[in-house]
T-cell receptor, first 114, second 117 residues
Framework: AQSVAQPEDQVNVAEGNPLTVKCTYS??????LFWYVQYPNRGLQFLLK??????LVKGSYGFEAEFNKSQTSFHLKKPSALVSDSALYFC????????????FGQGTTLQVKP | DGGITQSPKYLFRKEGQNVTLSCEQN?????MYWYRQDPGQGLRLIYY???????QKGDIAEGYSVSREKKESFPLTVTSAQKNPTAFYLC????????????????FGPGTRLLVL
């Protein structure tokens, strides 16, 4: 069965420090991988996606993610966290040949403290 | 939230009542999706539609129904058969291509919060 795991319910970092939000997946073949962010009572905003090629993907608001095929991971990173980055982050995966269906992780709350 | 609108923002349902959530997009996207979000569970797919007049069940379709009569509209009805409807409902859309390995990004609306009276 296909699945996505975000092992941390919450990540706490101090403003200015680097942040990492973890994601691992179990999908057959080479998947497409996505990160979304959600602010309270809002829809999801697309941050970045991995399709193929360079394992380091750069996205919106200074975020980037590293695809690691051997570890089946797609961790979200940012070199210097802002208080405004505090939100709920979702990792999602889509297997090739499966049109439309995204599988989401359960989400990780990022708390950035001043 | 782009060109996807959902209404209403909050919706209250009485026991035994059917309610309909609206989703409209002006992005000229072919595919549209409905997800349900519960705390700590991520998003689960209810229904999706790749083209007008066609739709497929997702993982949790029981107690829900949809229609896709127009490209820009994909309303979701929460029927009285859905015994636990309280959740945040998110609509999304994406461009699709004829290729089988669709990689297109899904873009989300602002959501509707459904509460039971």
């Amino acid at each position: 069965a296909q699945s996505v795991a975000q092992p941390e319910d919450q990540v706490n970092v101090a403003e200015g420090n680097p942040l990492t939000v973890k994601c691992t997946y179990s999908v057959s073949g080479n998947p497409y991988l996505f990160w979304y962010v959600q602010y309270p009572n809002r829809g999801l905003q697309f941050l970045l996606k991995y399709i193929t090629g360079d394992n380091l993907v750069k996205g919106s608001y200074g975020f980037e993610a590293e695809f690691n095929k051997s570890q089946t991971s797609f961790h979200l990173k940012k070199p210097s966290a802002l208080v405004s980055d505090s939100a709920l982050y979702f990792c999602a995966v889509k297997s090739r040949g499966n049109t439309g269906k995204l599988i989401f992780g359960q989400g990780t709350t990022l708390q950035v403290k001043p | 939230d782009g060109g996807i609108t959902q209404s209403p923002k909050y919706l209250f349902r009485k026991e035994g009542q059917n309610v309909t959530l609206s989703c409209e997009q002006n992005l000229n996207h072919d595919a549209m999706y409905w997800y349900r979000q519960d705390p700590g569970q991520g998003l689960r797919l209810i229904y999706y539609s790749q083209i007008v007049n066609d739709f497929q069940k997702g993982d949790i379709a029981e107690g829900y129904s949809v229609s896709r009569e127009k490209k820009e509209s994909f309303p979701l009805t929460v029927t009285s058969a859905q015994k636990n409807p309280t959740a945040f409902y998110l609509c999304a859309s994406s461009i699709t291509t004829p290729r089988w390995d669709s990689q297109e990004t899904q873009y989300f609306g602002p959501g509707t919060r459904l509460l039971v009276l």
